[in-house]
């Protein structure tokens, strides 16, 4: 069977119902969605609106705002050089100055690797005049972007009123020309005037391209995201084990591996002193959610999802990380992995996710475009060919999947005004057809 080709623009365009319509550059049309929207059985669950509380700010040219920044800078010895990442945050932080209102916003970044650096990390953040706000928050020898995330989410907590905005320094570990475009192309995303002015009301995360596959995230993970949201997910720290529990819930030796060095997230198994003072956050979270927390579903109706999900869980994949949002590729997941997401993206050409349909080199030579997401139709128009065989297993397809997971890590389901819905309602048709192929093969 051949490839779908992902809609051209003049497709799109025809599913504007659904993407909303971009009005004075800075905010969307919200389009009122009907109860039939929302399969019957599952109307009870669900909340009529999930739009931000009187708290949030929805002036996007006056909010206040943080860019947090992971950057690695390798070893002499590896393959790339030290130079090499300092050359990428140059390349970033001329992406910053050639921006529009994130230019403005201070930058504190968490340092990984080579420590002796950290002085020209912070110079060339602040930048030739030395006027930038730029510091460092978190350095670790060895990690990876939690130690930058886990400042953002702390943040976050302290100031739900604040947007924030996470990008790194991507290809400094991997080098490569795929790597440079995405860079480029992301960076440019995160720090947009769209992105950084969208209306709270429509998103709460904003990135080149959310696709919901192979789980919910944005390729290279930079964004703008709303701390009012940010607050109400896991803290990074310990969404690894998290989603270990979601995958591998009856295989505990894995996710007790992760208490044996200092990151268990369950109470009374903290080891270091790092994972005890992210206890205490924890509590204090657990606090707030449970003031802001949507109604949970009963055991009746948790009962009724996993029936419905099959536990489809494909076993080919089961203990992957790459298409399970696992592993390095659980803190990709992480910013949407909360029922309460809304996302927007501002990439307006045919790239999905991956290094499939990049823009063409440099990679930032195209007009952000804000629009709700997803930004297609239906999951038909976000495969690509590595997820061709694997998006006939009901876990990547069906909607039950998704409810079951958004239950085992926060014990909601979407809000009716969720774009999970009607999405998964339309792709239905593609995903009963995918699975009866998968079935015979």
Request: net charge negative.
């Amino acid at each position: 069977m051949a490839q779908p080709q992902r809609p051209t623009q003049s497709r799109r365009r025809r599913g504007l119902a659904c993407a909303s319509a971009l009005i004075a550059g800075t905010s969307l049309l919200v389009l009122s969605k009907s109860d039939d929207v929302v399969p019957s059985s599952y109307r009870g669950l669900v909340k009529e609106s999930g739009g931000p509380s009187a708290s949030g700010s929805d002036d996007g040219d006056r909010r206040r705002g943080v860019i947090f920044y992971n950057v690695y800078i390798p070893p002499e010895s590896a393959a790339a050089s030290p130079e090499d990442a300092l050359n990428v945050v140059r390349e970033q932080m001329s992406q910053l100055d050639a921006s529009g209102r994130a230019r403005t916003l201070p930058v504190r970044f968490g340092l990984i690797g080579d420590e002796s650096k950290s002085d020209d990390v912070e110079r060339i953040c602040r930048g030739a005049d030395g006027a930038r706000d730029c510091s460092r928050v978190a350095y670790e020898e060895k990690g990876n972007e939690w130690v930058t995330l886990q400042p953002l989410y702390d943040h976050c907590r302290e100031n739900p009123s604040e947007w924030v905005t996470y990008m790194h320094n991507k290809g400094s570990f991997h080098p490569s020309p795929e790597n440079d475009r995405m860079r480029r192309m992301i960076t440019k995303a995160a720090l947009s005037d769209e992105c950084q002015t969208a209306s709270a009301d429509v998103c709460n995360v904003c990135s080149n391209r959310f696709t919901p596959l192979p789980f919910l995230h944005t390729s290279g993970n930079h964004w703008t995201a709303s701390c009012e949201y940010v607050r109400l997910l896991i803290p990074p720290l310990y969404f690894y084990p998290a989603m270990d529990e979601v995958m591998l819930e009856d295989e505990v030796e894995h996710v007790l591996s992760w208490v044996n060095e200092g990151k268990g997230w369950k109470h009374g198994l903290y080891e270091t002193p790092v994972a005890a003072a992210a206890a205490e956050e924890e509590d204090k979270n657990a606090e707030v959610n449970k003031k802001k927390k949507a109604r949970a579903m009963t055991v009746e109706e948790k009962n009724r999802i996993r029936q419905l999900a099959k536990m489809s869980i494909p076993e080919t994949y089961r203990r992957a990380v790459t298409f399970m949002g696992r592993g390095r590729f659980a803190l990709e997941h992480w910013i949407l992995s909360h029922p309460r997401q809304r996302p927007c993206d501002v990439y307006p050409g045919e790239y999905a996710w991956g290094h499939t349909d990049l823009p063409p080199p440099p990679g930032d030579d195209w007009t952000p475009d804000l629009r709700r997401a997803p930004r297609f139709d239906t999951i038909e128009q976000f495969v690509i060919p590595p997820f061709e065989e694997a998006i006939g297993e009901p876990w990547y397809c069906g909607m039950e999947s998704r409810l079951f997971e958004f239950d085992k890590l926060y014990e909601e389901v979407p809000f009716l005004d969720s774009w999970v819905w009607d999405f998964y309602e339309r792709s239905k048709e593609y995903c009963q057809r995918k699975q009866q192929q998968q079935g015979a093969s």
